[in-house]
């Protein structure tokens, strides 16, 4: 088993920042892809980033547009999510996911582990 807990989501004006952590325990840090998904009212949940085990490869959605940066701390069992210009549609529940295996999965259904959100609202 792995838990995951997320912080660092809150309210912030359109053109900020915010920086999500997810805290893993339960099993080796080092063997997981971690990855960030979210989802907003009324829509499914979709990913937003992740990276493998090692930190060195990480995936992007489209629409991040090169405003968001993964990136993982094995020595604190650690990953996090940097977002910058933040836009009124990034607000959602932002949620850590975690699965072990080499590559990073995309898909929503690919996670076995799930942490409990965190809400990021931009306001406009």
């Known amino acids: 088993q792995v838990q995951l807990v997320e912080s660092g989501g809150g309210l912030v004006q359109a053109g900020g920042s915010l920086r999500l952590s997810c805290a893993a325990s339960g099993r080796t840090f080092n063997s997981l892809a971690m990855a960030w998904f979210r989802q907003a009212p009324g829509k499914w949940r979709e990913f937003v980033s992740g990276?493998?085990?090692?930190?060195?490869?990480?995936y992007y959605a489209d629409f991040i547009q090169g405003r968001f940066t993964i990136t993982r701390d094995n020595a604190k069992n650690t990953v996090y999510l940097e977002m910058n210009s933040l836009k009124p549609e990034d607000t959602a529940v932002y949620y850590c996911?975690?699965?072990?295996?080499?590559?990073?999965?995309?898909?929503?259904?690919?996670?076995?582990?799930w942490g409990q959100g965190t809400q990021v609202t931009v306001s406009s």
């Open positions: 990276v493998n085990w090692s930190g060195l490869k990480s």
């Open positions: 996911a975690a699965k072990e295996v080499v590559e990073v999965p995309i898909g929503r259904n690919d996670y076995d582990y």
